[in-house]
């Protein structure tokens, strides 16, 4: 369950806004960057905090902490419910592996003066961006992704030609 979906898999909440925009950001030498204001803004709760999550290889994205953890807390509640009925028997290594993912997947971080993010270290490997490079930072509408330029020029090469069929599947 991605944590812009509510408890109920048909049901999507959308987002107060739409996150859109592209920009190139520098990797310092302690792995931080500094976000836009509207960028930082858009992935930070009221109390400060904003979740990192992997997403796919080159690729991490940023969420307000608060709002992820109410949807993920929904998802897992499901899960608990069926495990409880009896209902998770057949898929106990799938469950295990959603326990990897989960432990592995996210983390809390604070933006220093509401803009600033040090990437966590697991993180930094998945991301695969050396210090003193570029990362570029993408509003995807529901939430903030930070990908490897080449990463990132690849998912552009793959999804750019279905942008028409896309848009008209969504707006129809």
Excluded: H, Y
């Excluded at 999550?53 to 929904?74: N, T």
């Excluded at 499901?78 to 983390?107: F, H, N, P, V």
């Excluded at 930094?124 to 930072?137: H, I, K, S, T, W």
């Amino acid at each position: 369950m991605q944590p812009w979906q509510s408890a109920a898999p048909d049901v999507i909440t959308p987002p107060a806004t739409f996150i859109t925009g592209e920009t190139r950001r520098t990797l310092d030498e302690r792995f931080r960057i500094t976000l836009t204001p509207d960028f930082a803004a858009a992935v930070t709760d009221e109390a400060g905090e904003t979740i990192i999550a992997k997403e796919r290889a080159g690729c991490v994205s940023l969420w307000p902490a608060r709002e992820w953890r109410e949807r993920m807390d929904a998802g897992i509640g499901l899960i608990r419910q069926k495990i409880s009925a009896g209902r998770m028997e057949q898929r106990w290594a799938d469950i295990q592996r959603l326990g990897r993912l989960l432990s592995t997947r996210s983390e809390t971080v604070r933006l220093a003066n509401r803009s600033r993010l040090l990437i966590p270290e697991g993180f930094r490997e998945f991301l695969d961006v050396p210090a003193g490079q570029d990362v570029v930072v993408v509003g995807a509408v529901i939430c903030v992704e930070l990908w490897n330029p080449r990463a990132w020029l690849e998912q552009l090469r793959q999804d750019m030609p279905e942008f028409g069929p896309l848009f008209k599947g969504l707006t129809e």
